[in-house]
């Protein structure tokens, strides 16, 4: 069975604060991505990553990073907080031809 | 890249009917195309997909259609139940391995 954590379920952050948000599977899945998940926007994919220390931008890239140093782990990273990054964020992993496992989310209030 | 659209974006049926959500994507390499199903406070979970070199795939009361050429595909609920009430998301996966969704379709099942 595919398991996709996430490193917090819920997270409050101030506005500027730098902050690490950890995904990782355990199913030696290739591709590794972050979405973002608002009302009425849908699934918004903001990175995704089909191997270690690749990375490609989604669709809403501005205002984060990630970092892919073993394939089990993705990581986003918000330089500097803002309120308009306050979500729920969802990590998703899959095999290079299909699958796509979701992570439990984690929402982040920016405040 | 790729775009997904999907519609419609509310779908209210009285149980026992049929449901059909409706996707068009715009990549012509993507090659896979996911379901995903989201019901409140929970992650979405992968229920059907289908591959670019099949037609249609049916699993219970679900079924998926490709039509490649026309660059559609559809999923069929058949005989709904108050549990079918949820958030449908359509997907399409590239030859990358980038998974872009569609917006969403709210399905609400009345008894």
Not at chain 1, 34 to 62: A, C, H, N, T
Not at chain 2, 2 to 10: A, G, I, L, R
Not at chain 2, 72 to 98: M, N, R
């Amino acid at each position: 069975d595919v398991k996709v954590t996430q490193s917090s379920r819920y997270l409050v952050k101030r506005t500027g604060e730098k902050v690490f948000l950890e995904c990782v599977q355990d199913m030696d899945h290739e591709n590794m991505f972050w979405y973002r998940q608002d009302p009425g926007l849908g699934l918004r994919l903001i990175y995704f990553s089909y191997d270690v220390k690749m990375k490609e931008k989604g669709d809403i890239p501005e205002g984060y990073s990630v970092s892919r140093e073993k394939k089990e782990r993705f990581s986003l990273i918000l330089e500097s907080a803002s309120t308009n990054q306050t979500s729920m964020y969802l990590c998703a992993s899959s095999q290079r031809t299909g699958g796509g496992y979701f992570g439990p989310g984690t929402r982040l209030t920016v405040t | 890249g790729e775009n997904v659209e999907q519609h419609p974006s509310t779908l209210s049926v009285q149980e026992g009917d049929s449901a059909v959500i409706k996707c068009t994507y715009s990549d012509s390499a993507s090659n896979y195309f996911p379901w995903y199903k989201q019901e409140l406070g929970k992650r979405p979970q992968l229920i059907i997909d289908i591959r670019s070199n099949v037609g249609e795939k049916k699993d219970q009361r679900i079924a998926v259609t490709l039509n490649k050429t026309a660059k559609h595909f559809s999923l069929h609920i058949t005989e709904t139940q108050p549990e079918d009430s949820a958030v449908y998301f359509c997907a399409a996966f590239d030859s990358w391995g980038k998974l872009q969704f569609g917006a969403g379709t709210q399905v609400v099942v009345t008894p």
